[in-house]
């Protein structure tokens, strides 16, 4: 259907910066919005930001809002999450998945990438 692969991922300081990718195959056109969840140790997953793929439409957490960007390249099947000012509190599994609603729900979201890593130390 669709596959979805996160990248950029790693270890990162407080402060610094970092830009998550995903990267959409397969039948991308049953998707509108892209989504960026996150999920701590323990913790269920949170939404972080989504936008829709023509890039007209984002929406943010508060967690992140100020701090992240979202972005989209359609001629790449790719979205990205720009991560600023990182801190400890960011540490967690990145998700990406895809779904035909511009929403912060898990549950309006069809389809999932394995996740990627991100760790911040204080």
């Known amino acids: 259907q669709v596959q979805l692969v996160e990248s950029g991922g790693g270890l990162a300081q407080a402060g610094d910066s970092l830009r998550l990718s995903c990267a959409a195959s397969g039948r991308t056109f049953r998707t509108t919005v892209m989504g960026w969840f996150r999920q701590a140790p323990g913790k269920e997953r949170d939404f972080v930001a989504a936008i829709t793929w023509n890039g007209v439409s984002t929406y943010y957490s508060d967690s992140v809002k100020g701090r992240g960007t979202i972005s989209s390249d359609n001629a790449k099947n790719t979205v990205y999450l720009q991560m600023n000012s990182l801190k400890p509190e960011d540490t967690a599994v990145y998700y990406c998945?895809?779904?035909?609603?511009?929403?912060?729900?898990?549950?309006?979201?069809?389809?999932w990438g394995q996740g990627t890593q991100v760790t911040v130390s204080s």
């Open positions: 998945a895809a779904g035909p609603k511009l929403t912060g729900r898990t549950y309006d979201y069809d389809y």
